[in-house]
């Protein structure tokens, strides 16, 4: 939900293309994050798809793999599409690529009120895309994602602690 006055929750929706591999782990680095902060009872935290490839599917085995060798465990997550209702139930839209912007902005009801933004920019400055692993060829690529989702998670913390979304 919003926030609002009766609801102090920040609600916050991870996005990218699958949903099988940056978007949950962002989903499940960033609430480890927020629980080992205290902060837990401050938000609420899921992820979707743009697309509807996996729908269901958990998470890809090696996208956990690498998660749990980081002390998160992300594979009782399910994918899911992004929905209209979204957009009204979530106060911030984050996607991992500027692909994943431009797809959720075509589906945007123009009334509603989620911001929407790219990962990397709105938590750190830095106008850079969270790679898919799914497609990349170097053997880290899965290490790589986490590492920079892991300190964009920080970032975005500490952002969201002292300010509005
Ligand atoms: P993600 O990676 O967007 O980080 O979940 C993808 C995984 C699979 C596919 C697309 C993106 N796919 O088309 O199967």
Known sequence: M???????KTAILFVCLGNICRSPLAEGVFRHVVEQAGKADKFHIESAAT????IGNPPDARMIETAINHGTDISAQRCRQISPDDFYNFDLI???????VRNVEAI???????RIVMLMDHALG???????????????GFEQVYQMVFKASNALLAKLDGSAV
């Open 2 to 8: 919003p926030t609002t006055a009766a609801n102090s």
């Open 51 to 54: 697309g509807s490839w996996h």
């Open 94 to 100: 984050i996607c991992m690529d500027h692909s994943n």
């Open 108 to 114: 945007k009801p123009n009334d509603a009120s989620a």
């Open 126 to 140: 830095q106008d850079e895309e969270v790679p898919d692993p799914y497609y990349m060829e170097a053997a880290d």
